[in-house]
């Protein structure tokens, strides 16, 4: 019997540590977020975002990487063929903005983006699923990204350990981005 019991806790041993190896092993998902100050919504199918900085790109656990990727880069997502692409499975995202003293949201689904003004916006492609939408302009504009498998083209990301490899992580804060 206390054989048995030994056995039994070795195999439970084993199932776990191989559970948590195939977990580490599950490729990446990027998520991104674009912000900018203003945006504007010109049609009930259209969103014009500024691109004032890059596009962040992070990824969840297991992996937790993070990285700034060029509007251009984040749009060519949308150029590639694959069955792991934007192109062939559009993301969901979640438009939030600032309405006088409310917090307003959209999700949607983003069909196509592309560069305008010589790199200086992004026009969004979108089908609304929920919330508001209404043309016109918004402030404080965030569009939160869903997944993309394949790490982003610029970099591949950041390790929050700063292990062998990895360049050092972001710092946040006021002036960080001087540093």
Do not use: C
């Not at 890059?54 to 990487?65: L, S, Y």
């Not at 192109?87 to 560069?115: F, H, Q, R, S, Y």
């Not at 394949?150 to 006021?174: A, L, N, Y």
């Amino acid at each position: 019997m206390k054989m048995l019991r030994s056995l039994a806790a070795i195999t439970a041993a084993i199932f776990f540590a191989t559970s948590t190896i195939a977990e580490d092993a599950k490729p990446a998902e990027w998520l991104f977020v674009h912000t900018a100050s203003t945006a504007e919504m010109t049609s009930d199918t259209t969103l014009v975002m500024p691109v004032t900085r890059e596009i962040f790109a992070f990824t969840d656990r297991p992996n937790r990487r993070h990285d700034y990727i060029t509007a251009h880069a984040f749009v060519s997502l949308w150029d590639e063929d694959g069955d792991d692409t934007f192109k062939a499975d559009p993301p969901n995202a979640v438009l939030t903005w600032i309405d006088g003293d409310d917090v307003k949201e959209a999700e949607v689904l983003i069909t196509n983006a592309t560069i305008i003004h010589y790199g200086r916006a992004i026009t969004y492609d979108v089908k609304v699923e929920t919330g508001e939408w209404s043309v016109g302009q918004i402030s404080g504009a965030s569009f939160f990204i869903d997944s993309q498998r394949p790490p982003p083209p610029h970099g591949g990301g950041r390790d929050t350990d700063s292990g062998p490899g990895s360049r050092p992580p972001v710092m946040m804060g006021p002036g960080a981005r001087d540093k």
